[in-house]
């Protein structure tokens, strides 16, 4: 497809993020309802346009049907939702290591530490049978968030800035003092967050793709 197709794509997405965003800004929940529900098939489109790879593809879907799950309270809901994402970063996980090998010790224990400060200090405000499935899905989206430093600056704030998503979430369930209109900045971080997600895979993907066409050019033309 056309890059002007990947423009209107990338623009139905920000208008559908800012129906979103301004509806619970304004507490009127039907449009967050609707808007939320085509956040991530958007992405998922302008990402495919631009040829992302499949578990790029695969993790954006997945998380939209976390979103979906999550948009009920009920409490098989939640772990289902929290499951789907579970899944989408297993898919980051691979992909980033698919993508690039670079490594950092401090990273490494900067990630490792914040994951561990994370559990312990929700696991008593956390309901008996959520503690496990929170620490092992927070493991998971740390590891991710990690993964993500591999790709550059601009995915590794959207790590960072899942992970401040989830973790304000998880201290709803725990039951901690909420920031005024908390629904606003979880949906806006994890907004911005898949988005620079996807710019920070497609980002070495375009960068190759002149690469490659001049060395297949070369090839081509070599008697």
Do not use: N
């Amino acid at each position: 497809m056309s890059p002007r197709s990947a423009r209107v794509l990338l623009v139905c997405f920000a208008l559908a993020a800012a129906v979103d965003v301004l509806s619970l800004l304004a507490g009127y929940d039907p449009a967050h309802r609707v808007a939320k529900a085509f956040l991530m098939p958007l992405l998922a489109a302008y990402a495919g346009v631009r040829g992302a790879p499949r578990l790029l593809l695969a993790a954006l879907l997945l998380g939209w049907c976390g979103d979906l799950a999550l948009l009920s309270d009920a409490g098989p809901a939640f772990l289902a939702g929290m499951a789907c994402f579970a899944a989408g970063h297993v898919c980051y996980l691979v992909l980033f290591r698919r993508t690039a090998r670079v490594r950092d010790a401090r990273l490494v224990l900067g990630y490792a530490t914040a994951l561990v400060a994370l559990v312990v200090l929700l696991w008593p405000g956390l309901p008996a049978g959520l503690r496990v499935p929170v620490a092992g899905y927070s493991l998971l989206l740390t590891a991710m968030a990690y993964g993500a430093t591999r790709l550059g600056p601009v995915a590794a704030l959207g790590g960072v800035l899942f992970m401040l998503s989830d973790t304000l979430i998880a201290t709803g369930v725990a039951d901690w003092p909420q920031l005024p209109k908390a629904a606003f900045w979880i949906m806006l971080t994890y907004i911005v967050a898949q988005f620079l997600l996807v710019r920070g895979v497609l980002g070495p993907l375009a960068a190759r793709r002149p690469t490659v066409a001049a060395y297949g050019e070369m090839r081509s033309t070599t008697p």
